[in-house]
């Protein structure tokens, strides 16, 4: 069974910490996604990875930063959080195929930042 | 031309009824076309997706109705049940080297 997971369910942060949001995958995939899902807005791409040591912005990259040391481990940093970063946090990988092919998603984090 | 438009952002429906989620594209190279289910608490996981050599696809009570010429595809729920209550995303992407667009969500409610 595959298996994507993110390492916290639920966090409380304050304004100006340093955030470290961990994703693991079992699946042997290259492709590793950060999401942020806000209602209204769906699914808005913050960094994605094809490769160890490789990242790309997505759509909203400000105020993030990336990770991928291993292929199965996928961090997002928020050097110095923000109200305006609460949200959903969700994780996704896929294999080769990219877009075309399913991708899997762990069970989100829910970031509060005070 | 990037963007996915979905429609309605928000659904009930009652118990045995047919719900229909919409969704509009601009770009004619994307060529897949997933829905993705989410439950409450839940990442999204993938329902059923469809490519555009067909016009319709169906698994079980779910099907993905698409027509190439509007650039409109769309998800029909036969018989919906309470269990079907959740959010539904529709995506578009354009190759294998190209990441998914995301439409913004549909929260479905099935009344019992």
């Known amino acids: 069974d595959v298996k994507v997971t993110q390492s916290s369910r639920y966090l409380v942060k304050r304004t100006g910490e340093k955030v470290f949001l961990e994703c693991v995958q079992d699946?042997?995939?290259?492709?590793m996604f950060w999401y942020r899902q806000d209602p209204g807005l769906g699914l808005r791409l913050i960094y994605f990875s094809y490769d160890v040591k490789m990242k790309e912005k997505g759509d909203i990259p400000e105020g993030y930063s990336v990770s991928r040391e291993k292929k199965e481990r996928f961090s997002l940093i928020l050097e110095s959080a923000s109200t305006n970063q609460t949200s959903m946090y969700l994780c996704?990988?896929?294999?080769?195929?990219?877009?075309?092919?399913?991708?899997?998603f762990g069970q989100g984090t829910r970031l509060t930042v005070v | 031309q990037q963007q996915v438009k979905q429609s309605p952002q928000s659904l009930i429906v009652q118990k045995g009824g047919i719900s229909i989620i919409n969704c509009a594209y601009e770009n004619t190279a994307f060529d897949y076309f997933p829905w993705y289910q989410q439950f409450p608490g839940k990442g999204p996981a993938l329902l059923i997706a469809i490519r555009p050599d067909v016009s319709e696809k169906k698994e079980g009570r779910f099907t993905i109705s698409f027509n190439k010429s509007a650039k409109q595809f769309s998800l029909h729920i036969m018989d919906s049940q309470p269990g079907d209550s959740a959010t539904y995303f529709c995506a578009a992407s354009k190759g294998s080297n190209y990441q998914l667009i995301w439409g913004a969500g549909t929260k479905l409610i099935i009344k019992p």
């Open positions: 699946m042997d995939h290259e492709n």
């Open positions: 996704a990988s896929e294999g080769q195929g990219g877009g075309n092919t399913e991708a899997f």
